[in-house]
C-alpha cells in the first residue's frame, strides 16, 4: 500500500518539533552544567579569600604575641557581620598614631571584622582556643549562614559538606 501525499502531511513537521525538543533538553542540560560551575568557582573563590583571611589573622597575631590574650579571647570578636562599606573611624587610630600591643589587637580584630565583611558574603572572623586540644589556637572565618561558632565541635573541627568555613590551626 502506498501513502499518498495528502496523508503524509505533518509528518515533516513532527520530525522538526521532535528535533527542537531534543535540542532544548540539550540546551537545558548545558545552562544547568554552566550554573553549577559557577556556583563551584563562587565558592572556591569565597574559600580562597578566606584562607587569605585567616592566614592574615595568624600573621597579625603572631607577630603581635604580647597581646595574645586580646586575639584569643572570643568576646573581643565581633558576634555578627560587619556591615560592608567604608572603613570604620577606629581602623584609623593605629594607621596615624603610635599604639600600645592591646590597642595594635583591637585594631586588627576592627581590621579583619571589617576584611571578612567585604571581602566574603556576610564574613565573619573569630580566634579562640581550638576545643579538641590545648594549647592551640583556631583562626575560624565563615560567611554565608554559618558564624565562627558554627564551625567547630567538641571533637574537633565541623567543615562538612554545605557548610562555609575554613579553619586554621596554629599551635602557640
Known sequence: MMITGKQQRG????EVMIA??????????????Q???????????????ATLLGQDA???FLANETAMASYTDVDQWPDESTPPGEKPD????????????NDLASWDISMLAWQAANQLPAGMIAVDECQHATGISC??????????????????????IGTSCVVLEVAR
Open 20 to 33: 527542537l525538543l531534543v535540542l532544548a533538553i540539550g540546551v537545558l542540560g548545558y545552562a544547568g552544567m
Open 90 to 101: 577606629v581602623l584609623n587610630d593605629c594607621i596615624t598614631s603610635s599604639c600600645n600591643a
Open 58 to 60: 595568624l600573621e597579625r
Open 11 to 14: 509528518v515533516g513537521l513532527i
Open 139 to 160: 583562626v575560624v572565618v565563615s560567611w554565608n549562614d554559618d558564624e565562627p561558632n558554627d564551625c567547630m565541635t567538641n571533637d574537633g573541627v565541623n567543615t562538612g
Open 35 to 49: 550554573l553549577t560551575a559557577l556556583k563551584a568557582s563562587e565558592d572556591a573563590n569565597n574559600r580562597a579569600q
